[in-house]
Nanobody
Framework: QVQLVESGGGLVQAGGSLRLSCAAS????????MGWYRQGAGKQRELVAG???????NYAESVKGRFTISSDNVKNTVYLEMNNLKPEDTAVYYC?????????????WGQGTQVTVSS
């Protein structure tokens, strides 16, 4: 089992910045993929940014150039630095961890943290 605890959400004005943190209960070296998803009101959950164990990152087109995902292997924490926030970034942000090996698979979610961007 992997437990994920997010923090760092809040209310910010358009153009502002926030940094989200996701602390994992296990070494993130053991996790294949970690990522941040978001779900706005009435919308489907979507991938915002992801990072593999090898350090490869990917981003949704809507956040490229504004958001940065990073990881701290000592603290077992993944971060999402969000700059130049827009009202359309308002959503609940969820941390996700995927683990797989021969005969084993796990897909874990945090409880979510609210990000609200006012215009």
């Amino acid at each position: 089992q992997v437990q994920l605890v997010e923090s760092g959400g809040g209310l910010v004005q358009a153009g502002g910045s926030l940094r989200l943190s996701c602390a994992a209960s296990v070494s993130i070296f053991s996790i294949n993929d970690m990522g941040w998803y978001r779900q706005g009101a009435g919308k489907q959950r979507e991938l915002v940014a992801g990072v593999t164990r090898g350090g490869t990152t990917n981003y949704a087109e809507s956040v490229k150039g504004r958001f940065t995902i990073s990881s701290d292997n000592v603290k077992n924490t993944v971060y999402l630095e969000m700059n130049n926030l827009k009202p359309e970034d308002t959503a609940v942000y969820y941390c996700n961890a995927k683990y797989w090996s021969v005969g084993s698979y796990g897909n874990y979610w945090g409880q979510g943290t609210q990000v609200t961007v006012s215009s």
